[in-house]
Nanobody, 117 residues
């Protein structure tokens, strides 16, 4: 069973940048469309970005479009999320997983991103 480990979060001032990583162990996700999600305190988990298995196609939530960039390195079994121009409303725990709900792996622990104003 694939295990997902997210990392790279932290505390950053508004306008700053962070790069998140999601690494898979125990298997590969190179054949899957992969998404980043986030969950803010008191809110449900929401979609942030998606990337095709080849990396050739991406999609973003309107709230992050133009600021975030998703990428992947299938040789390293890792998906990345480059986050620029961060805003306080980006504060959340960030997770990665497969795009298709019926193919989801167990959720990882996520990585906390906190943006101060």
């Amino acid at each position: 069973q694939v295990q997902l480990v997210e990392s790279g979060g932290g505390l950053v001032q508004a306008g700053g940048s962070l790069t998140l990583s999601c690494a898979a162990s125990g298997g590969t996700f190179s054949n899957y469309v992969m998404d980043w999600f986030r969950q803010a305190p008191g809110k449900g988990r929401e979609f942030v970005a998606a990337i095709s298995w080849s990396g050739g196609s991406t999609n973003y939530a309107d709230s992050v479009k133009g600021r975030f960039t998703i990428s992947r390195d299938n040789a390293k079994n890792t998906v990345y999320l480059q986050m620029n121009s961060l805003k306080p409303e980006d504060t959340a725990v960030y997770y990665c997983n497969t795009h298709r709900a019926e193919l989801r792996f167990d959720w990882g622990q996520g990585t906390q991103v906190t943006v101060s104003s």
